[in-house]
């Protein structure tokens, strides 16, 4: 773990900090994730096998999107554990996706895509002062409903049949969230240490 003094942390949740990625230090975990079918069967962004350039090309093109925030999801110990995100801003209209996924597995189901999300949300409502936070998963993933369904966003729709996976078709759910709607979810959050 890297001293806490010399740690770039750019958002602190009560299990995470989040920080800008980099690529000396990220770029072989993130491959690794990006081809293990267990973490990508969630993922609506669908990937074929992964090759070390065109992970390598996209951490070098991540920095010259002016309309992306991807930031590296690491305990607070200092494991690096996933990635996450407000993508496509409009900054016009206020509004954002998320997206988030944790690629170790042995993280999952400990609250920290929960603690992930209140943080981010807490940085686009009250520092960017985004009107609006959309989502989307694939409905089969339970865990994800949940975990937005604890940060305050609202079920607004499906796309209908959109993914193919496990031999099937499955929509994709569609969710949003406005400051109003997550405030109480972020009191209740904040109270429960």
């Not at 003094?5 to 980099?22: A, M, N, Q």
């Not at 949300?121 to 520092?127: K, S, V, W």
């Not at 400051?179 to 109480?184: E, F, Y």
Request: charged letters at 35%.
């Amino acid at each position: 773990m890297e001293k806490e003094k010399e740690r770039i942390i750019f958002l602190k949740g009560k299990k995470v900090i989040l920080r800008p990625l980099r690529k000396d230090t990220d770029l072989e975990k993130t491959l690794r994730w990006m081809n293990d079918s267990d973490i990508t069967q969630y993922l609506i962004a669908r990937y074929l096998p992964l090759s070390l350039a065109e992970e390598t090309t996209w951490f070098d093109d991540w920095s010259k999107r002016q309309n992306d925030v991807a930031l590296a999801i690491e305990t607070i110990d200092g494991v690096f554990i996933g990635i996450a995100g407000l993508h496509r801003l409009r900054w016009k209209d206020r509004v954002a996706e998320h997206g988030i996924f944790i690629g170790e597995k042995d993280h999952w189901e400990n609250g920290y895509g929960t603690d992930v999300g209140m943080t981010l949300l807490d940085y686009a409502f009250n520092r960017l002062n985004l009107h609006k936070v959309r989502s989307a998963l694939i409905a089969f993933n339970k865990r994800s409903l949940n975990y937005h369904l604890k940060c305050g966003y609202k079920v607004v729709g499906a796309y209908r049949k959109e993914v193919f996976e496990r031999g099937k078709y499955y929509d994709v759910i569609l969710l949003e969230v406005f400051k109003k709607d997550w405030l109480p979810s972020w009191k209740k959050y904040q109270k429960n240490e």
